[in-house]
């Protein structure tokens, strides 16, 4: 028997900033709880029925890029101590494999990704929000890292793509959610300290 509602706690921030980073360190801090990790880029909309050629023409870097309904469902379902199926997204061809992920019921949530604090309805199941700030420079940097070698990118298509999409976009979509952010932190300090010092500050009930 359940004895309370699952802890749950959203991560947002800038590209490359570190908030998958600092989840990964937040689950090892409160692995008591046995917690979860669910990441908004798994939600990025199937393009499969869109021609080949036409997919890498779309900008990722809008809230509109996710799936935004099922990523609700699905942590809501979470936040009520349901099981789930998350979906898997191949980021070479820009589609949802056939497969997915079988995520149990948990003490602890976290969320992380570029929008979650974008909306409404995903704040209100949260329990404590948290941005994740970072410079241009950095993000760019470790952006370039990340996508050539791990998603088969181009070094020129990652820096068109930072320049005429993704910072723009930052700024238009991302950087204005740090306003309903409970802790905001910099993903250029050591993350292993920025863990420690969340954990201090969230009141987590072990379960």
Known sequence: ??????????????TCSGKSLLARHLKEK????????????SYYRDLSGMPEEDREKQNFDVPDAIEFELLADQ????????????PIYNFTTHTRETDSVYIAPSDLIIVEGLFVLYWEQLRDIMDTKVFVTISDASALRRRLERDVVERGRTRQSVLDQYRNSVKPMTDRFVLPTSTYADIIVSGEDPMDDIALNLVERIELPIF
């Open 75 to 86: 942590l809501r379902a979470l936040s009520e101590g349901e099981e789930i199926y998350r």
């Open 30 to 41: 409160f692995h008591v709880n046995k917690p979860v990790i669910i990441s908004g880029d």
């Open 1 to 14: 028997m359940r004895r309370r509602k699952p802890h749950v706690i959203g991560i947002a921030g800038t």
